[in-house]
């Protein structure tokens, strides 16, 4: 008998953190998808983590698509707070003399706003608004005549516009768009096809919106009548004006529309504000131009201060409809914070160094180079993401980070739990953060369980032979019913 009591006082710790899920998961992602492929999850109360209710591979480095951008949100709500707002300046290099002739040059500081000239955030005003307001701010200084020319101010950031690793038939894509310190209207631009319904025919341009300057569209884009998906892609990179269009869109008698990413994001803004300009009646001499090296703007005559949304509103964006150029630009948002030039290298320091320096990652946890998850070589663990939801449950931020997370119901985040919709009241208990790249599909995010405790969870396959086989959602989807099931066990 008192052997037996040893055994029970010396296993008691054991039982006390036992995975009581485990046996049950493993059996779930028993699946024809997964043969050759890799897949880890883990789940635990964010108020006791070391109480796991399963974990599996949850040490092993995975790829997470745009679930990366959980912890990229994080670091930026905590860095910056909920209601930093980013600022893009327009400057005059001084007065009009008497005759309303600017004797210099206009600039546009970009101040790293993401959502400059964009309608996706509530509270952001569209390119055409922003526009308005800047040449009422030049005709209100009395300018009629710029002698000199636009010039971009893009010194904020440097380095490239596009992070290391990812695809090229992605970056000349929307969803791939470079980072600028001065974007605008998203950095994108919408191609019309005309409308064709002959499976295999050659496709026409209608035209593009907005018209960019001196850009060319190859188009070798056909019509697969036998499918609705959009399967045409854009091939360029950052600086490239002759463009190539691959690939194939549904057949349509009304047309179809895909958006490819502006070259230059910085010296659109300013040839648009060029024309604006020119509409109004204020003549500028020279071709905008963008510069790398900031003047000095002590000397100069501010006339307008374009202030984004808080940045609570930027998460809903990034999380819900996992924006990418958005989670870049604010991960070079994150190396200003610490002093650093805006570049994505030293972005990826510091979101290293935020979560090392809360314990949420070691150092051989992440593999990181980019702010978005597009980066196919970029790897974290199923347990710092986990780790990352943990911290933020208990960060004065929390409710802005829980909020910008997608619900079930939620038509953002690539629809990953699309049948997730009965019970109907189970809805109000997930929050969602979805990833899917070739060869991803992973998901992470917040659950209550059936007495209203919180869990955090993550769920990760890579090397995954097709993404088109649903059947792993359909699995990642019971995973979360059943910690909804869950209970906590009593202290």
Known sequence: MRALLILLITCFPLLLTAQPLQPWVQERINLPVLKGAWWGGIAAYTDRPQEELFAVQADTRFAPASTLKLLTTAA???????????????YAASLPDEKGILHGDLFLRGGGDMTLGSKRVPGAETYPKVLQKW???????????????IYADVSLFEGPAIANKVNWENM????????????????????????????????????????????????FVTVDATSRTDNAYVYGAPGQYELKIFGTIPATRTGFIIKGALPNP??????????????????????????????????????HTYQSPELKDIILIV???????????????????????????????????????????????????????LSRDTMITPRVLVNTLNFMAKSKYFDDYYRSLATPNDRGDLLILRYFLKPKHQIDDVRIKGGTIDGVKAVAGYVHDQDGWLVSFALMANQ????????LWRAHEDIIKKLLEAKQPAE
């Open 172 to 219: 000349g894509n929307y969803f791939a768009a470079p980072a600028s310190a001065l974007c605008f209207n998203d950095n994108l631009f919408a191609i019309r096809f005309k409308g064709e319904t002959k499976h295999g025919q050659r496709t026409e341009i209608a035209g593009m919106t907005p018209h960019v300057p001196e850009l060319t569209l190859q188009n």
């Open 266 to 303: 910085a010296l659109f803004a300013a040839q648009q504000l060029w024309q604006a300009l020119e509409e109004e009646g204020v003549s500028v001499d020279n071709p905008p131009q963008v510069i790398t090296q900031a003047p000095d703007y002590n000397e100069m005559k501010l006339l």
């Open 464 to 471: 995954l032979s097709s993404n088109k086989d649903e059947s």
């Open 76 to 90: 930026a709500l905590e860095k910056l707070g909920p209601h930093h707002r980013f600022k893009t300046n327009l």
């Open 319 to 373: 999380n819900k409809r996992s924006f990418n150029l958005y989670a870049d630009m604010l991960l070079r948002h994150l190396a200003l914070t610490d002093g650093k030039p805006g570049s994505i290298q030293n972005g990826v320091a510091a979101l290293n160094q935020f979560l090392r320096e809360n314990n949420i990652a070691g150092e051989t946890d992440t593999v990181i180079y980019d702010g978005s998850g």
């Open 135 to 149: 040449v009422q701010a030049v005709k209100t200084a009395g300018i009629k005549r710029v002698e000199g020319t």
